[in-house]
């Protein structure tokens, strides 16, 4: 079955950075798009950036020139780099794999979420 | 960017009732819709794509509808474990963008 597992969340003060992990299995990661979405305490969601199978990527203005994702197909791996965090970073971050096809963009399975905080 | 926007942002139901929640686009995208469902501490759910398709697993209480700017999620009989928050997203252009949410709680 499709699962996939984030990892790297964490405390880290403004201005830090922290790399996110997403492990995937289950099915042929390299076939799929992907997708970062994260979620402040108590608030809804936001879409953050997105990477097809390829190298195209695509991000949020309120993470552009700050985020950096990637995949590691040989290793069934998604990232996210993180640079110059603020606090209002601070959210669960979510991996998403995009459902693809006719219907691409919307985001069929999910991970549990990892939680950064940026604070002081 | 496309903005969503929902409505109501909060209802209060009882198990039986049939629930309709909306949804609105600042501009025109297709069908290229979906709706999810979040229970707390838990990760979104695809309930829907492209506006009316069932995700496979969901139940068929749940129907979508609409094109163009409006749409409609539909929970026909609402059951206990469907006391969530639901959200829209427009799939029709990047950045990708949420609806602020609709909470569905006991009445």
């Known amino acids: 079955q499709v699962q996939l597992a984030e990892s790297g969340g964490g405390l880290v003060k403004p201005g830090g950075s922290l790399r996110l992990s997403c492990a995937a299995s289950?099915?042929?990661?390299?076939?799929?798009?992907m997708n970062w979405i994260r979620q402040a305490p108590g608030k809804g969601l936001e879409w953050i950036s997105y990477?097809?199978?390829?190298?195209?990527?695509y991000y949020a203005d309120s993470v552009k020139g700050r985020f950096t994702i990637s995949r590691d197909n040989g290793k069934n791996s998604l990232y996210l780099e993180m640079n110059s965090l603020r606090a209002d970073d601070t959210a669960v971050y979510y991996c998403?794999?995009?459902?693809?096809?006719?219907?691409?963009?919307?985001?069929?399975?999910w991970g549990q979420g990892t939680l950064v905080t940026v604070s002081s | 960017d496309i903005q969503m926007t929902q409505s109501p942002s909060s209802v209060s139901a009882s198990v039986g009732d049939r629930v309709t929640i909306t949804c609105r686009a600042s501009?025109?995208?297709?069908?290229?819709l979906a709706w999810y469902q979040q229970k707390p501490g838990k990760a979104p759910k695809l309930l829907i794509y492209?506006?009316?398709s069932l995700q496979s697993g969901v139940p068929s209480r749940f129907s979508g509808s609409g094109s163009g700017t409006d749409f409609t999620l539909t929970i026909s009989s609402l059951q206990s474990e469907d006391f969530a928050t639901y959200y829209c997203?427009?799939?029709?252009?990047?950045?990708?963008?949420f609806g602020p949410g609709t909470k569905v709680d006991i009445k």
């Open positions: 998403a794999r995009d459902r693809g096809g006719v219907s691409a963009w919307c985001e069929d399975y």
């Open positions: 289950g099915f042929t990661f390299s076939d799929y798009s």
């Open positions: 990477i097809e199978s390829g190298s195209t990527t």
């Open positions: 501009q025109g995208i297709s069908n290229w």
């Open positions: 492209a506006a009316s």
């Open positions: 997203q427009q799939a029709k252009s990047f950045p990708l963008t």
